[in-house]
């Protein structure tokens, strides 16, 4: 399904309150950008807060000062001028304040979600929901203005939520529903019955809240923003309103104050005017991500699930995951086994690793993930995070318990136990957390100093916390080398996090999953999309480990069609990196400098034809003309082993020796033409033998003659004489071959009497390769040569399947002059062999379809060797006449040459497309369902059902109506006797 048209934004603005964060975000926003997740005119800009913790109403209007400034001088002006905010959509996302459970905050945090339509692969955040959620739910149809949206919630909104934009002016707030407990600890909107809002209740009273209340008993949910949007609460009192100040702000700062009743009076002045309305969306939810653990894993995980969720992870032991869990961006090898409930991110793991219920762990290496192998997690929170001390990067890893709570307030826990207990097992002591001034009400999880950042004599590991869940007899050795070690608190921590080296990493980890993905996909053949993938892979940097994957699979390959698809998979590659410039995609792949590479495949050699191509590519990536040219040669590759594959069709070609026809005496083939009504394209290799294919195909004379044949006999002379034209035509195209360099362009389908010569070396009558002349050739076995001549009264391009037909005319006559019978079932095979000598490629409906007499259903299995089986289709008495009187002929005079499409079509087979898959199932199975119409014939043709000796309905079958809607113009040619 198509994505529905988004909003354009003219400007995205993130605000971050670290300074070290605003480079490492912007970079973040334009990789969503690459991705085509924001349009690619829309100017982005990451934007530190102008103060620690200046609140959303501050950060707001800093960054739409910052966003005027731009667009001011993207627009030409020399000073910052309001004007250009006039006709401006403008989106301002605000990262909000340090997340326990993401190093990168709550907009980065990894959902356990997919996104199947996506044209760029990437784990999906929390700020790229959010994003999808504005320009395309909420924000289409409204005019131009500023959207203001907090990170630090997970939103749910219908794909239509109904918001009404006509007549609309002023400021408009989109809220969701909630409970009033949850309201309790929140911010709701009080409004009228017209939608306009008369106060904003901040952690209000219970009668406050219920005063909000719904019908449904839901309230509207306040997100952000609140000291702006107050001022415009119609019920709001000016003096009410100078007094106020932000919920987070602490009294007693007198300065503080009185700058505040300033700001406070100028918004009075300058918004007081303009209305405030509501926009509710009752089945939208509104979740906030609070510092609590428990809720935290509440959100990513699935209660009642019968399985996990994995997304974007590759897993060897799927069966050890507990229910209703999930893993994002994960590489899990070997038995690692997940509890219900509990949440895996950003890890390498090899196991024996058994984490249990309740935990969350997230950043941990393959060589990090063996302090787990003899331990048993449980209600735990691990995590490893990159640091940068003194400017040099380091790791450390922090745990805690999914009960703590990380509020200042009360006893406080540590790993889910009283620190008193913590302390009695542990050997720890309080002076080693705090110093011995700090107040007992600040002794807490956050002011703690838990977690060691650097250790005098080797690296840290999370073995440096995880001692503390079983301390063991070691002489203290655990408890000393934690002491040794330099210790920061939670709060101390935050500004040493290094987040470009967290989502670097991310985006590694990512990537290395990817590839075992992409190699599954295709050595089990799975019928999954590689192209979201390879454009992620182009567009952030790194399609060299990923052609190096490919050309692992390709290589190792025991079935052409795997080494076939990762090659093609290798020229979307190419073609990506070319980013749609360089030329057509379509075109020849005969550069001289690839003969070496195609030589291996030819010869069989794929591992050696796969390094070959490996190396030449190297030459041909500096520019878009070079990487275009490149993935046309990658699919010439692809072209030589889809022949070899469609070659194993020889397998069922027999024939059996019959009397040689005398000198002279011609030996004519005549074929129809041949119509398909279902299943056309299924019969194309490699979908006939990836997928399997079924044409339903129907034998038909034009103008009451076979309209396709060919005619040879044996002469004297050691020569081929072949002739091309119409039967009768005097000015049919004529060649004599004397030698076998007359020959050699066999495979060139468009050098003269191309076709005519294939059928002579696939009829085994001489070979090009022998030693002997092609008169020696000739002498020796047959005592003369042939004449074959061929035609068609049929335009070129006409789609009645001529080529394919006359191939098969040939090789019957051919043969029969050769004294060999061919049975047609053999033929069908003996052409599809023909065609891939000839390079032209081609499925076998053309060949069923003409070669067999009346109604037929040709089919073929996804397996190698390629065999096609045919089903006459019996119908009721009457049928065929009823056709013949309803199906004409019409010329257009407008070709459409297959081969013009062919390059199209396996393009989008090999990348595995959705609707590309999806349309080989309907046609197979849409050919089942024509050839049961076909046998049950129209409904005036059926017997009554009292005559027929069942009662009750008719089946259904195609009625009278659907027969005149036929416009295809050719009289019905019914099985000939032989």
């Known amino acids: 399904m198509e994505q529905p048209k988004g909003v354009d934004w003219t400007v995205i603005i993130l605000t971050c309150q670290y300074k070290d964060s605003v480079e490492v975000f912007q970079k973040e926003l334009e990789i969503r950008q690459k991705r085509e997740q924001i349009p690619a005119s829309t100017l982005l800009l990451a934007v530190e807060d102008p103060e620690v913790h200046v609140g959303s109403g501050g950060a707001t209007l800093n960054a739409l000062l910052v966003a005027a400034e731009h667009l001011s001088a993207r627009a030409g002006f020399t000073v910052v001028t ?96 909630g409970s009033t407990a949850y309201a309790r600890n929140h911010g709701v909107y009080l409004t009228d019955s017209q939608g306009f809002v008369l106060d904003i209740y901040y952690q209000g009273t219970e009668a406050e809240i219920q005063r909000c209340a719904r019908p449904d008993g839901q309230v509207p949910l306040l997100s952000l923003f609140f000291d702006i949007l107050l001022c415009m609460a119609r019920n709001v009192r000016r003096e009410d309103f100078l007094v106020g100040r932000p919920p987070e702000m602490r009294r007693g700062d007198m300065e503080t104050e009185g700058y505040l009743h300033g700001a406070r009076a100028e918004l009075w002045r300058e918004l007081r005017d303009q209305p405030l309305t509501l926009a509710y969306v009752p089945d939208g939810s509104y979740n906030y991500m609070t510092n609590s653990a428990s809720e935290f894993l509440h959100s990513l995980t699935f209660p009642g699930a019968s399985g996990a969720q994995v997304v974007h992870s590759q897993v060897e032991e799927q069966q050890l995951l507990g229910a209703g869990s999930s893993v994002v961006s994960c590489l899990l090898e070997g038995p690692v086994q997940l509890g219900p409930g509990s949440v895996l991110q950003h890890c390498h793991l090899r196991g024996p690793i058994h984490i249990g219920t309740g935990c969350f762990v997230s950043g941990l290496d393959a060589a990090q993930s063996e302090a787990l192998h003899s331990l048993e997690l449980h209600d735990l929170v691990l995590q490893g995070h990159h640091l940068q001390l003194h400017g040099a990067p380091s790791r450390a890893f922090t745990l805690v318990g999914r009960l703590d709570s990380w509020e200042r307030q009360g006893a406080g826990t540590y790993l889910n136990m009283s620190w008193s207990k913590f302390f009695q097992k542990t050997g720890i002591r309080d002076w080693d957390l705090w110093d011995p001034d700090t107040p007992p009400t600040e002794r807490c999880l956050l002011s703690a100093r838990l977690f060691p950042v650097l250790h005098p004599l080797r690296a840290l590991g999370p073995q440096d916390m995880l001692w503390m869940l079983d301390p063991q007899e070691d002489g203290g050795k655990a408890l000393r080398a934690w002491r040794d070690s330099w210790r920061l608190s939670w709060e101390q921590l935050q500004p040493c996090l290094d987040r470009a080296a967290t989502l670097a990493s991310r985006r590694d980890l990512f990537f290395r999953q990817a590839l075992h993905k992409a190699r599954h996909v295709l050595e089990a053949r799975q019928d999954l999309s590689l192209r979201p993938l390879i454009r992620a892979a182009v567009r952030e940097g790194c399609p060299g480990p990923l052609m190096a994957t490919l050309d692992q699979v390709a290589a190792g390959a025991g079935d052409p069609g795997v080494a076939a698809r990762a090659l093609a998979c290798v020229a979307d590659v190419l073609g990506c990196m070319a980013e749609g410039r360089g ?129 040879a006999r044996r002469i004297p002379e050691p020569e081929l004489w072949l002739a091309v034209g119409p039967q009768h035509d005097k000015m049919a195209m004529k060649i004599v071959c004397r030698s076998l360099d007359d020959l050699q362009d066999y495979c060139q389908p468009h050098a003269p009497g191309a076709l005519l010569k294939a059928a002579f070396i696939c009829a085994g009558i001489l070979s090009v390769h022998s030693e002997l002349s092609l008169s020696e050739q000739l002498l020796c076995t047959f005592g003369g040569g042939f004449e074959l001549q061929t035609w068609s009264e049929l335009p070129h391009g006409s789609g009645l399947g001529t080529s394919s037909i006359l191939a098969g005319a040939a090789l019957a006559a051919l043969q029969r002059v050769a004294g060999r019978a061919v049975g047609t079932e053999a033929l069908i095979h003996a052409v599809l062999h023909l065609e891939q000598v000839l390079t032209t490629g081609g499925g076998w409906q053309d060949q069923v379809g003409g070669l067999m007499p009346g109604i037929k259903v040709g089919r073929s ?69 024509c050839a049961e119409a076909f046998r049950q014939g129209p409904r005036e043709l059926q017997c009554p059902p009292g005559r027929s000796g069942h009662s009750g309905p008719e089946p259904a079958a195609p009625g009278d109506g659907d027969l005149n809607r036929m416009l295809l113009l050719m009289r019905l040619m019914p099985p000939q006797e032989e």
């Open 82 to 177: 309001s004007d250009v905010l006039h006709s401006a959509w403008i989106l301002i996302l605000h990262m909000g304040r340090d997340f326990p459970f993401d190093d990168c905050g709550r907009a980065f945090t990894c959902l356990p979600v997919e996104n199947p339509q996506a044209p760029v692969e990437a784990v999906v955040c929390n700020l790229d929901c959010l994003l999808d959620i504005m320009s395309h739910r909420l924000g289409p149809g409204s005019p131009p203005g500023v959207w203001v949206c907090s990170t630090d919630m997970l939103l749910s909104v219908p794909p239509n939520p109904g918001i009404n934009w006509d007549g609309f002016r002023g400021a408009r707030v989109i809220a969701l529903p």
């Open 583 to 711: 030329g057509l995609r379509s075109g020849p792949a005969a550069n001289p400098e690839w003969v070496r590479p195609f030589s291996y495949l030819e010869c069989g050699d794929l591992a050696g034809g796969v390094e070959a191509l490996a190396q030449e590519r190297e030459k041909w990536l500096s520019r878009p003309a070079l990487l275009v040219r490149a993935a046309r040669h990658y699919e010439g590759a692809g072209q030589i082993l889809i022949r070899q594959a469609v070659m194993s069709a020889q397998h069922f070609v027999s024939t059996e020796p019959v009397e040689l026809p005398a000198p002279g005496q011609w030996v004519v083939a005549e074929c129809p033409a041949r119509v398909d009504f279902s299943g056309g394209w299924s019969d194309t290799p490699p979908l006939a033998y990836e997928h399997g294919g079924a044409v339903l195909g129907l034998a038909v004379r034009v103008d009451g003659r076979r309209p396709i044949g060919a005619r």
């Open 861 to 929: 299995r996804a397996q190698l060797p390629l065999k096609v089986e045919v089903e006459e289709i019996t119908v009721p008495a009457g049928f065929v006449q009823k056709l013949n009187d309803h199906l004409l002929l019409v010329y257009t005079g407008k070709t459409r040459l297959a081969r013009n499409l062919l390059q199209d079509v396996l393009r989008s087979w090999y990348a595995r497309l959705p609707p590309v898959v999806q349309n080989a199932h309907n046609l197979v199975q849409q050919t089942e369902e």
